[in-house]
């Protein structure tokens, strides 16, 4: 018997990355328009409201948080709808390959498209809102963390719908009462930073959600696409 | 072998059967507890002496609360038990619970709501027990949007199930995330910790309702259960047999 072409999961994994890194480049419209949407959501606040400092700097995390949230929903309608229609998702089905760790591949590919854009923008925003520079870092460290839960938690919700009509406000409607989590901790630790203390520990705790995540998530994401293929 | 008991509950004829069997005998105790119940707490309990009769409603609110979790919970195991085994008459005890429990979060709601204006002075207190019912309320609904959005009957038994089931990995989640976001505001001033015990003539009667209730949430779940095993096989043929007879 031949032996077949053997590829381990981590080359099959870079190769999804490297592929939809390269498509994701040449159709640049998908990953800039959640970021352009979380600016002008977080920017709204404070023309529906007095622009008084200390008002903006009350309300920068609920805003930052709701704006990340709500762009990371219009981002994740994104993540399998192109290769679920094309036929690439059965493709990965049945290359063998552990389907897990390549849809982790992709929704990895998804985070460095859209949530760290996102989160490297959200301290820029919250500057405007009046946070102090030193601020930054820990506005920063929560976004990223809270980013990562969101992608990936993120990808069970968009596996589900795959391929539904109406599939984008099912998703908000699926995922936002499981990110609620992500919201709380986020938030406390963006206020927190904002007012010079110590934000360690809604960041463990972020942390701890999105290392769970990343430990469970992509098990469920990989059992919510093959449920959306068959 | 000697589980093979066990598996007679997947064949939907068994079930059909046995569930018939069994909603009486929960359906009667639930109506007889409940009645008993809500005399006793309606009726006979003293008064409370600060809240004088508007306590009364926990008689309703409290078993519809505890309920809406364990329904919560139930529907999850279901759909967890049809996604492994694929057992196709644990899916429609999932699907068959979703409205039931989705009742119970609404009726907990309004009651606390209607209990909170004459106790609290407000219909509503951003209390982390309220938030929680309110996100079960969401998942709930997340849960009947899923299903209905799906046309092909076993992708929305197996996409619901796997739903419900992250649902119920999520719900302690946001139970501690929820505690800890009120830990940031200040302390309620009509919601203790521990709250005061409650003496037995208040207590009976709230156990003598939350049985009940929990009777009426099986039988309901039996009957609904069947509801959905008689759509599921309208072209089997051992459903022309029972109507035949």
Redesign the interface.
Known sequence: MNAPLQVGAFAAARSVLVRDLLLAFRRPGEWTQPLAFFVIVVLLFPLALDPEPALLRTLAPAALWVGLLLASMLALDFLFREDGRDGTLEQFALSGQPFSVLLLAKTVTHWLLTGLPLAIVGPLVALAFGAPAAAIPGVLAALLLGSVGLSLVGA?GAG??LG????GA?LS??L???L??TL??GA?ATQLAMLGESAAVPLY?LGA?AVLALT?APL?AA??VR??L? | MAWTWLHRFGSPPHFYRLAARLAPWFGWPALLLIAAGLFWGLVIAPPDALQSDAFRIIYVHVPCAWLSLLSYTAMAVAAGVGLIWRIKVAHAVAAAIAPTGMMFTAVALVTGMLWGEPTWGTWWAWDPRLVFELVLLFFFLGYAALRSAIDDLDRADRASALLAVVGVVNVPLVHYSVVFWHSLHQGSTVLRAGGPAMPASMLWPLLLAALGVTCYFVAVTLLRARGEVLRRERSGAWLAQVAGN
């Open positions: 069970i589900l719908t539904l009509r109406r599939g099912l409607l699926l936002l009462p499981l609620i989590p709380i901790f406390r705790l959600l469970l469920a059992a919510a449920i959306s068959e």
